[in-house]
T-cell receptor, first 115, second 110 residues
Framework: GAVVSQHPSRVICKSGTSVKIECRSLDFQATTMFWYRQFPKKSLMLMAT?????????EQGVEKDKFLINHASLTLSTLTVTSAHPEDSSFYIC???????????FGPGTRLTVT | GDSVTQMEGPVTLSEEAFLTINCTYTATGYPSLFWYVQYPGEGLQLLLKATKADDKGSNKGFEATYRKETTSFHLEKGSVQVSDSAVYFCALVLYDKVIFGPGTSLSVIP
């Protein structure tokens, strides 16, 4: 149980375009989802906390107008990278909180490359 | 602030060697502690966890004990395999936030 999926797993886009990444909890409901960014050979950096039906809470230094987060249902959160630039190229990982202890389950990640 | 420190590596071991990856934490409250593993090109997988002092988490031959007195959660395995090659992240969860350590890269050679 407690499976989180992400789509797409890899995406290449041109500079200036927008990209949407989906995060789904497949067998449980998640009122809270989290979005992380991971740079090569680095740890994960929390970008924002996404709550179903309300606005996301962004960490300091993360541009909310650039990284749009929508948590429209209890099983789906989306991250849209708007007007992408090469420096946005990274590995984006989501997690969903669930289970009796409220632990976080991580998705497999999405590799974004902006050319 | 709350933080996690771990040896960054890379760590290179021969197959069947003993593994220890040190992890220490600083927290204002009483966190839960986790070890996650990331295989090349993949996301994170929960390896083991401990929710309170003196708890021991174990999975796939890996173990870690929550030591409140030393604020540590060291990861150990008695005999590593080539398939254990990955990056290992120590993490604490406090008030819903996950704080990761920098990760330790492990390479196991035959």
């Amino acid at each position: 149980g407690a499976v989180v999926s992400q789509h797409p797993s890899r995406v290449i886009c041109k500079s200036g375009t927008s990209v949407k990444i989906e995060c789904r909890s497949l067998d449980f409901q998640a009122t809270t989802m989290f979005w992380y960014r991971q740079f090569p050979k680095k740890s994960l950096m929390l970008m924002a906390t996404s709550n179903e039906g309300s606005k996301a809470t962004y960490e300091q230094g993360v541009e909310k107008d650039k990284f749009l987060i929508n948590h429209a249902s209890l099983t789906l959160s989306t991250l849209t990278v708007t007007s992408a630039h090469p420096e946005d190229s990274s590995f984006y990982i989501c997690s969903a909180r669930g289970g009796s202890l409220g632990e976080q389950y991580f998705g497999p990640g999405t590799r974004l490359t902006v050319t | 602030g709350d933080s996690v420190t771990q040896m960054e590596g890379p760590v290179t071991l021969s197959e069947e060697a003993f593994l220890t990856i040190n992890c220490t934490y600083t927290a204002t409250g009483y966190p839960s502690l986790f070890w996650y593993v990331q295989y090349p090109g993949e996301g994170l997988q929960l390896l083991l966890k401990a929710t309170k002092a003196d708890d021991k988490g174990s999975n796939k031959g890996f173990e870690a004990t929550y030591r409140k007195e030393t604020t540590s959660f060291h990861l150990e395995k008695g005999s590593v395999q080539v398939s254990d090659s990955a990056v290992y992240f120590c993490a604490l969860v406090l008030y819903d936030k996950v704080i990761f350590g920098p990760g330790t890269s492990l390479s196991v050679i035959p």
